[in-house]
């Protein structure tokens, strides 16, 4: 027979989850020196409110709001990952900020100036992967299985 989680260990689980995803991609990004683009900052923010709403959650286990709201959170991930995963890939076409094409080559002064700063990083270009693995893919994994499991906790866990 397999055993399941009880509410509040489901949120220690997606609490720990979600502060282990944020500390390794501020690791990545200051430690490792891989910069990010603007979608892997926007995949940072489902995963900061899932710590808050894991918590609140874990005080609050018998209330099914809670793992609805988490249900959202990570489908919302799901998408953004996934968006990120469809542009790694060349199956979605990018949004125009998430390039660096932005260069304005006739005026000298303003090229000088883009140049001096740090140019953005293209969200086509996976820049740090895990056995060949792009973060956005692992992401988009996690996010659907997260969803997957708050569902059947949802379902089937009773409140403890």
């Known amino acids: 027979m397999i055993l399941f989680l009880n509410r509040k260990n489901f949120y220690l689980i ?17 430690i490792l020196q891989y910069q990010p683009c603007k979608l892997c900052i926007y995949q940072r923010l ?5 710590i808050f709403v894991s918590f609140i ?23 953004i990952s996934g968006y990120h995963y469809g542009i790694e890939n060349n199956l979605i076409q990018e949004i125009s900020s998430c390039t ?7 005026n ?7 140049l001096n ?5 293209d969200c086509k270009d996976a820049t740090f992967k895990i ?6 893919a692992i992401n988009t994994i996690l996010s659907i299985l997260i969803v997957i499991i708050s569902i059947r906790t949802l379902a089937y866990e009773t409140n403890k």
């Open 14 to 30: 997606i609490f720990f989850i979600s502060l282990i995803s944020i500390i390794s991609a501020l690791y990545i990004e200051y």
């Open 46 to 50: 489902p995963y900061l409110a899932a």
């Open 57 to 79: 959650g874990f005080h609050y286990s018998n209330n099914d709001k809670i793992i609805i709201v988490i249900i959202m959170i990570f489908t919302i991930s799901a998408i």
């Open 100 to 106: 660096n094409n932005s260069l304005d080559i006739s």
């Open 108 to 114: 000298k002064s303003k090229l000088l100036e883009t």
């Open 117 to 121: 700063k740090n140019m953005p990083v």
């Open 131 to 136: 056995l060949g693995v792009s973060l956005a």
